[in-house]
């Protein structure tokens, strides 16, 4: 047996870590456990939970630990980590990249955590200027879906709310 193998063995058990947190089954963990923090945040955004288990580091330490552990089982199997800063050589290259499972669902973790902190930012930047929350739920929304429009959609909102047009804050 290797090291590895002897490594994660659970006690008693011969079944594997590795064998219970296999890619499918983080990717399949990683859609499912995200949807509970968004449902709060769309309807009952200034919750005692929204504030404690969304708006906070909570959600973002479990989104660490599991990158923590894709990193790892990555690098146990060899996964070439250097291969990824071709991403910032051509598109040709990305594409390629996105092709390696690896690469893949570390992205998708990365992606998952950064639109859940736009969605909590949002969250408590609306509840500063008391704004409605039907108001938000569309913002909130888009930014679930795709982060970016969602989050510019709710700065459009924001201004009216603010009595400035700001570029930062």
Request: with cysteine; hydrophobic share 55%; glycine share 6%.
């Amino acid at each position: 047996k290797t090291a590895y193998e002897i490594g994660v063995r659970l006690v008693g058990s011969e079944m594997c870590i590795r064998d219970s947190f296999t890619v499918p089954m983080i990717y399949l963990w990683l859609n499912l456990g995200v949807l509970p923090f968004w449902l709060v945040l769309l309807f009952f955004p200034s919750s005692g939970v929204s504030k404690y288990m969304v708006r906070s580091i909570f959600p973002f330490m479990i989104f660490s630990f599991i990158y923590a552990y894709l990193l790892y089982y990555f690098f146990l199997t060899e996964f070439d980590f250097k291969n990824n800063f071709n991403l910032y050589l051509g598109l040709e290259q990305l594409s390629e990249l996105f092709s390696e499972t690896g690469f893949l669902i570390m992205f998708w973790c990365h992606f998952l955590a950064i639109n859940l902190f736009c969605g909590a930012w949002i969250v408590s930047d609306s509840l500063k200027f008391s704004m409605s929350k039907f108001l938000v739920f569309f913002p909130l929304l888009i930014t679930y879906f795709i982060g970016p429009i969602g989050l510019f959609i709710y700065w459009l909102i924001r201004i009216f709310f603010a009595k400035k047009l700001s570029l930062y804050d």
